[in-house]
Structure formats: C-alpha cells, structure tokens
C-alpha cells in the first residue's frame, strides 16, 4: 500500500477499539455499548492480527512527529488477552522507524493481575482507571451484568498498579448522584495516591429503540435527558468547590485535567482536551474491523469517514468531511457564545451536549453552559494570577502562598 503523509506537522491521533463494545460490565451511563448495534451482522467483535498489524504500521508511518502515542479503548480493553498487546509492542517496535512510541491504555481496573500489571510496567504504558470515587459513589452506576458491584475489584487492581510501579490516573464520571460530593470526591482520590485526575460530566439523552434498549447519542430537541446526567447547577457547584479545595493546597502536586486545561486557555495554549479546543476534529476512532469515525462521541453512520482497508488513515482524518466536523464547533456557536468573555475558555465545550436553547430562543447552546461560566468566573482571578507567573517563567504553584497571603481577591 502506498503511504500517504500527513500535510501538517502535527500529530496524526486515532484511538483504537480492539474489543468494539464489549465489556464485562454494564454501567448504566456507558455511552458506547450501544454502539454492537452497528455491527450486528458481525458475530465475533475483536480486532484481527491482521487488522492490529495493518494498523500499527500506517498510524506510525502517518506520523510527522517524532513521538507517537497509540491509545487502546473499549469496551473493556483486557478482554483481549495479554498475548495481543505483546503482539502490538513487538510490532511497535518493528515498524518504529527511529520514532518514539507510547501507549495508554482505558480499563475499569477489574481484570488487572500481577502479569498485566507487569507487562504494563516493562514497557511503560500509562493506564486509565475508570473509577467514580468512594464506593457508594462508585458502585451507584458501576456494576457488571448481573447487577453486582464493582469497586471492590477495582481497587484490587489499583493495588496491583501499585504494587508493581505502573504510571496511572483515575476518569471519574461526575453523575447526578455524586457531583453533590465534590471534596468528598477528590479527599478519596489522593487517599488512594492518585496524582492525575480527569473529572467528566456525564451528559447523555434517551431513545428508546424497537427492541427496548436505549441509545445515547448527540442530543436531538425533544430528546429526554437520562436521570443520571450531572445538571449544569451541580457542575458548576462542583467545580467550584474542587477548585477551591485544589488552588488552596495542591497546585503542583494534583492534577486535575479541567484545570489544567483551564489554565492552558488562559495562557492561549492548546488544552489537554479536545472539548475545551477551539475545533473538534483531532481525534478520531478506529473500531475493531477497521472503521474510522469523526470522534469518539460521534460514532454513528453519518459520522463513518470510512475503512482503513479502503482509505489511508490520513486521507479520512485529513479529509474535507472530517476538516468540516471540526469547524462546525465554532461555526455552530450561538451569539450569546461568540459574545461571552469565558468563550476563549470553554469554546462552547463538546458539539454533543449543545442541544440547550439561549435566552432569546437561538439553538446550538451547551447543556452546561451555566456551570462553565459559574466556575470561569469564579476561577478567573486564580486564573490570572497563574498566567502572571507562566508568562514571568514562575511556578503557577504561587498562587496558594498568594492566597495565604491575601493578594486574590475572589470576585
């Protein structure tokens, strides 16, 4: 096959599904098990040897960077066995042509035993716990097939990251149920020693199909809204009250990807998420039999850019169809947006929950938009404060011993 490079000097991110949707366990907000319905004519949902070596290849070779960061996501990624991911390093390794190569792989943690958690450490690849907090916020919604809990298992698993020196951090879904519980939420997480934290609001519609089951999907107007989505009030509220707890006592020691990304605006860098970019578009999914899709959160037919065994990964995700979706983000905001002084900083959040209305009736607003402007406007001194200390080549750390000596004043 002949290899087409990518025209720009930016990294070329695809993140692939080995299992497709298949998971051993079955939380109630999981966005992405639904999407088995796709492929139902498919009776075994796992990535060939043949597709993983095809793959590998051509995502390194599409490369114009010197590093190349390959994330594996299900489903529930240990369902392959560990022989799987051996194969992939050893073709990593084969294809690397002088590049340096990194993994990061998603799991809700169940699976872990002292030999993944030793291949983990052996070949340094950075592992996801999917965890919501304390146990009776975990097991609220995270539970496997039969209805039983899980957070029991999941910290075993910590425990073998632990134990054999695995780099790992914690998603935790902020739901209705545990958003009222912000410091309660990150007091647990840095009992456990977890040092990296992504908070993400879960916000997901109702559709009932033919045969029962419900699909989330982007919001469409007269959709209902799933009971365990966070509300925009309990977010802002949360991320407030996170934030107050973190600036006072652990910037530099702690962190929480919303902040961090929060702060990267401020300074006029990229954010660490794609959400709080300016365009959508930078990353796109692969599903087990080659599928490629605009986004993650967007893997529905009128989203499919195509199969890698038909077009080259650079042809789709450089494509005028995939160029397009990631400037609809901005071409689709509202004018309460465009005018908002926070807009630099949220850029109207993720296309998927922008299905809310303005005051004036205009469509296209974000569902959370409330509570991203309660808590910019409420960080933004901190903000401004840290920004000062980047921009003058000084730990943004400051900021608490500014606090401690009375130079903020919160707004």
């Given at each position: 096959?002949?290899?087409?490079?990518?025209?720009?000097?930016?990294?070329?991110?695809?993140?692939?599904?080995?299992?497709?949707?298949?998971?051993?366990?079955?939380?109630?907000?999981?966005?992405?098990?639904?999407?088995?319905?796709?492929?139902?004519?498919?009776?075994?949902?796992?990535?060939?040897?043949?597709?993983?070596?095809?793959?590998?290849?051509?995502?390194?070779?599409?490369?114009?960077?010197?590093?190349?960061?390959?994330?594996?996501?299900?489903?529930?990624?240990?369902?392959?066995?560990?022989?799987?991911?051996?194969?992939?390093?050893?073709?990593?390794?084969?294809?690397?042509?002088?590049?340096?190569?990194?993994?990061?792989?998603?799991?809700?943690?169940?699976?872990?035993?002292?030999?993944?958690?030793?291949?983990?450490?052996?070949?340094?690849?950075?592992?996801?716990?999917?965890?919501?907090?304390?146990?009776?916020?975990?097991?609220?919604?995270?539970?496997?097939?039969?209805?039983?809990?899980?957070?029991?298992?999941?910290?075993?698993?910590?425990?073998?990251?632990?134990?054999?020196?695995?780099?790992?951090?914690?998603?935790?879904?902020?739901?209705?149920?545990?958003a009222d519980y912000p410091v309660e939420f990150y007091n647990f997480f840095k009992s456990i020693g977890c040092h990296y934290i992504q908070f993400a609001p879960i916000v997901e519609r109702i559709f009932k199909h033919?045969?029962?089951?419900?699909?989330?999907?982007?919001?469409?107007?007269?959709?209902?809204?799933?009971?365990?989505?966070?509300?925009?009030?309990?977010?802002?509220?949360?991320?407030?009250?996170?934030?107050?707890?973190?600036?006072?006592?652990?910037?530099?020691?702690?962190?929480?990807?919303?902040?961090?990304?929060?702060?990267?605006?401020?300074?006029?860098?990229?954010?660490?998420?794609?959400?709080?970019?300016?365009?959508?578009?930078?990353?796109?999914?692969?599903?087990?039999?080659?599928?490629?899709?605009?986004?993650?959160?967007?893997?529905?037919?009128?989203?499919?850019?195509?199969?890698?065994?038909?077009?080259?990964?650079?042809?789709?995700?450089?494509?005028?169809?995939?160029?397009?979706?990631?400037?609809?983000?901005?071409?689709?905001?509202?004018t309460q947006c465009k005018e908002c002084e926070f807009l630099f900083a949220c850029n109207g959040d993720c296309p998927k929950n922008r299905f809310a209305k303005t005051a004036t009736g205009e469509p296209g607003l974000?569902?959370?938009?409330?509570?991203?402007?309660?808590?910019?406007?409420?960080?933004?001194?901190?903000?401004?404060?840290?920004?000062?200390?980047?921009?003058?080549?000084?730990?943004?750390?400051?900021?608490?011993?500014?606090?401690?000596?009375?130079?903020?004043?919160?707004?």
């Amino acid at each position: 096959m002949k290899q087409t490079f990518a025209p720009f000097a930016k990294p070329l991110y695809v993140m692939t599904k080995p299992v497709g949707a298949v998971c051993n366990l079955a939380c109630d907000y999981c966005y992405y098990l639904e999407k088995s319905n796709l492929y139902k004519d498919t009776s075994k949902h796992v990535m060939s040897d043949e597709l993983l070596e095809r793959f590998i290849k051509e995502y390194i070779g599409s490369q114009t960077m010197p590093q190349v960061l390959f994330t594996w996501h299900g489903g529930e990624t240990l369902m392959r066995p560990l022989s799987f991911y051996k194969k992939a390093v050893e073709l990593q390794k084969q294809y690397a042509g002088g590049r340096t190569i990194d993994n990061c792989i998603q799991t809700n943690g169940t699976l872990l035993t002292d030999e993944w958690c030793q291949f983990f450490k052996e070949n340094n690849w950075l592992v996801g716990v999917s965890i919501d907090g304390p146990q009776e916020f975990h097991d609220e919604y995270r539970r496997n097939k039969q209805g039983l809990p899980s957070f029991v298992k999941v910290m075993r698993g910590i425990e073998l990251l632990n134990k054999h020196g695995v780099e790992w951090n914690a998603m935790a879904v902020v739901n209705d149920y545990n958003a009222d519980y912000p410091v309660e939420f990150y007091n647990f997480f840095k009992s456990i020693g977890c040092h990296y934290i992504q908070f993400a609001p879960i916000v997901e519609r109702i559709f009932k199909h033919s045969d029962g089951r419900h699909l989330a999907s982007p919001m469409q107007e007269g959709d209902k809204l799933a009971d365990f989505s966070v509300t925009p009030e309990q977010w802002g509220n949360f991320l407030c009250r996170l934030f107050d707890e973190w600036v006072k006592n652990d910037v530099g020691q702690y962190f929480i990807q919303i902040f961090d990304s929060t702060l990267a605006n401020w300074v006029g860098e990229q954010p660490g998420v794609c959400s709080m970019a300016k365009t959508c578009g930078h990353a796109g999914v692969m599903e087990f039999n080659g599928d490629v899709y605009s986004c993650d959160h967007y893997v529905f037919p009128e989203y499919k850019l195509g199969n890698i065994y038909q077009k080259t990964l650079v042809e789709m995700m450089y494509s005028e169809r995939q160029q397009e979706f990631g400037l609809m983000k901005q071409k689709s905001l509202p004018t309460q947006c465009k005018e908002c002084e926070f807009l630099f900083a949220c850029n109207g959040d993720c296309p998927k929950n922008r299905f809310a209305k303005t005051a004036t009736g205009e469509p296209g607003l974000n569902y959370l938009c409330k509570g991203y402007y309660q808590f910019f406007k409420h960080v933004a001194p901190y903000m401004d404060y840290m920004k000062k200390e980047l921009l003058a080549q000084r730990a943004p750390a400051n900021v608490m011993e500014a606090i401690r000596n009375g130079e903020i004043v919160q707004e």
